[in-house]
């Protein structure tokens, strides 16, 4: 079962809003990543986590805090977000993170802020 | 220069027809290369690994030529459940960087009846 999920799939949030996205993955994978993907452009790597460890920022304003309760489950809280930061937020995991492994998807949070 | 660059396309292609894309990478030490699939709002989704010796699954064959830092993509027989944007992607295995994929922009493919 090759199944990464997210909640939730559509997301409409002020820009005073506090709100989170949820990712949660069974399959015993020890990376997981959050991307955001503009329209018409490819997905940005914002942070990887492995083994429930923050080991990659991208340079992501701080509006965007990740959090990694367990190795099942990756947090994006979102606080005092713009306009610009309306996107597709996907959320992956690998098995590890060396080169051969594979990173799955989940379907997406489609974020929208007003 | 980019680090992954792809033809955005559009390619606008009968049923049936065969078409390639190409990708290239600039950075050498990439190790590990795929093709991703991405249908209109959905998440991209692996096609298939790309080796130096070329690997098909069915009516897909990708290639990797490391000297010239190229792949490819080959779709025979094209379908219209083929209409998508196809990503090339490559992953380094160094330093900070490992395990991290780099996505090309995209080659948008539409298949016509």
């Known amino acids: 079962d090759t199944e990464v999920t997210q909640t939730p799939k559509h997301l409409v949030m002020g820009m005073t809003n506090k709100k989170s996205l949820k990712c949660e993955q069974h399959?015993?994978?020890?990376?997981m990543y959050w991307y955001k993907q503009k329209a018409k452009k490819p997905p940005e790597l914002m942070f990887v986590?492995?083994?429930?460890?923050?080991?990659i920022n991208e340079s992501v304003p701080s509006r965007f805090s990740p959090e990694c309760p367990n190795s099942s489950l990756l947090n994006l809280h979102l606080h005092a977000l713009q306009p610009e930061d309306s996107a597709l937020y996907l959320c992956?995991?690998?098995?590890?993170?060396?080169?051969?492994?594979?990173?799955?998807f989940g379907p997406g949070t489609r974020l929208t802020v007003l | 220069r980019k680090e992954v660059e792809q033809d955005p396309g559009p390619f606008n292609v009968p049923e049936g027809a065969t078409v390639a894309f190409n990708c290239t990478y600039s950075?050498?030490?990439?190790?590990?290369f795929f093709w991703y699939r991405q249908d209109c709002r959905k998440e991209p989704k692996l096609l298939m690994s790309?080796?130096?010796s070329g690997n098909e699954d069915g009516r897909f064959t990708a290639q990797l030529n490391r000297a010239s830092q190229y792949i490819s993509l080959l779709i025979r027989d094209s379908k219209l459940s083929d209409s998508a944007t196809y990503l090339c992607?490559?992953?380094?295995?160094?330093?900070?960087?490992?395990?991290?994929?780099?996505f090309g922009k995209g080659t948008k493919l539409s298949v016509k009846p």
């Open positions: 399959m015993g994978h020890r990376a």
């Open positions: 790309v080796y130096s």
């Open positions: 992956a995991s690998s098995k590890g993170r060396v080169s051969t492994d594979t990173q799955y």
């Open positions: 992607v490559v992953k380094m295995n160094y330093g900070g960087s490992q395990g991290n994929l780099i």
């Open positions: 950075n050498s030490a990439s190790q590990s």
């Open positions: 986590y492995s083994y429930e460890k923050l080991s």
